[in-house]
C-alpha cells in the first residue's frame, strides 16, 4: 500500500503546489545528470584489438541486425545461461542493445564484437567481459558457421591480453555447460586451470552443471612467454 499512498501524495502536491512540484522535479533532473557524467568520468573505451584473423571492436546499434543472425540458433544458445530466453522475442536483440550492452560499455563491462578480417563488416560473434564476478568474468559465443576455426581461441587470447595488461584485472573466472567440448577446448588451449564442476541451469534443460576455470594474471604472463 506504501508505494501507492506515496502515488496519491505526489499527484496531490503536485496540483496543490505545481511550482514546487516542477522544483523538486528540476532538481531530480540535474540529480540524474550528476550521475550521468559521474558515469560518463568512469567509462573507459573499448580498445579496439586485433589478432591475425579478427578485429575486435565494441558494439553499435548498427551491429544488431548482424548479432541476431548469428545468435538467434539454438545451437549457440542452448549452452548459455537460463537467464537467455529461449525462444529467443522478436526484437529482443535490439532491447538488450539499448537496454543493457550499451548503456555499461566500458563502465563495468567491455563488450568486443568479432569482425573477420580483411573486411571486418559483420559481427559473427562475441566476447562480454564483466568487472564483476558472477562468479565467471567472462562469456562468448560464435556464430556457427565459424565454428572449427580457432577463430575464439585469437579472440580470447586477445582479450586476455587486454584484461590483464590495460584493464587491471589480477584474476578472471570462467564457466562453461559440462559436455560444451568447444568452450572447455577454448580454455585448455589459453592456459586457464580447472577448477571444479558444480550444478548450474542452462537454456538446454538436458544441461545441468557447469565447469569453473581459472587464470591468473602471472598465469597468464606464464602462459603468453612458454607459447610457441
Keep these: 500500500m506504501k508505494p501507492l499512498v506515496a502515488e496519491h501524495r505526489q499527484h496531490a502536491a503536485s496540483a496543490a503546489a505545481p511550482a514546487g512540484a516542477a522544483s523538486a522535479e528540476a532538481e531530480c533532473g540535474a540529480g540524474v545528470r550528476v550521475v550521468d557524467r559521474i558515469v560518463d568520468a568512469m567509462r573507459s573505451p573499448v580498445p579496439h584489438l586485433q589478432t591475425k584473423r579478427l578485429l575486435l571492436r565494441e558494439l553499435v546499434l548498427a551491429d544488431a541486425p548482424a548479432y541476431e543472425r548469428h545468435f538467434i540458433d539454438y545451437e549457440v544458445v542452448r ?37 573477420q578480417q ?8 562475441v566476447v562480454d567481459l564483466w ?13 556457427r558457421s565459424h565454428w572449427g576455426q580457432g577463430l575464439m581461441t585469437e579472440a580470447v587470447a586477445a582479450v586476455n591480453d587486454c584484461a590483464f595488461g590495460q584493464l587491471g584485472f589480477q584474476r578472471l573466472v570462467f564457466s562453461n555447460a559440462r559436455g560444451n567440448l568447444r ?18 541451469l542452462f537454456v538446454d534443460p538436458s544441461l545441468r552443471e557447469r565447469e569453473l576455470w581459472e587464470t591468473t594474471q602471472g598465469d597468464w604472463v606464464q602462459f603468453r612467454r612458454s607459447a610457441p
Design 118 to 125: 580483411p573486411a571486418p563488416l559483420e559481427c559473427i560473434g
Design 183 to 200: 568452450s572447455r577446448r577454448v580454455k585448455e588451449k589459453t592456459g586457464a586451470r580447472f577448477l571444479g564442476v558444480e550444478p548450474s
Design 131 to 143: 568487472r564483476e564476478g558472477r562468479p565467471e568474468h567472462r562469456g562468448f559465443w560464435l556464430g
Design 79 to 115: 549452452n548459455l545461461a537460463r537467464a537467455v530466453p529461449w525462444p529467443y522475442p522478436p526484437g529482443g536483440v535490439e532491447a538488450f542493445f539499448r537496454g543493457v550492452l550499451l548503456p555499461a560499455q566500458g563502465v563495468q563491462r567491455w563488450t568486443w564484437g568479432l569482425f
